[in-house]
């Protein structure tokens, strides 16, 4: 997975934060919960505001479909 996979990541993150609610999350733990999720092989340091907004708006929709 790499940052620009966004809704896989969303999907990954439903699974391994079940009990989180996405709209509680800040960006710092948002970025270290996506470099820990197995299979993300990008560079943690390649991520921005902009691509975290976008993780965080897909998480949110996925959780609430």
Same mark, same amino acid.
């Given at each position: 997975m790499l940052?620009? @996979?966004i809704n896989e990541i969303a999907i990954? $993150?439903?699974d391994a934060h079940p009990d989180v609610d996405p709209l509680t999350v800040n960006f710092v @733990? $948002?970025?270290?919960?996506v470099v820990e999720l197995p299979g993300f092989e990008d560079d943690p340091n390649r991520c921005g505001e902009? +691509? $975290?907004?976008? +993780?965080?708006a897909a998480w949110i929709q996925e959780a609430e479909d």
């Open positions: 940052w620009t @996979d990954e $993150l439903v @733990d $948002l970025r270290n919960w902009k +691509i $975290l907004e976008a +993780i965080q």
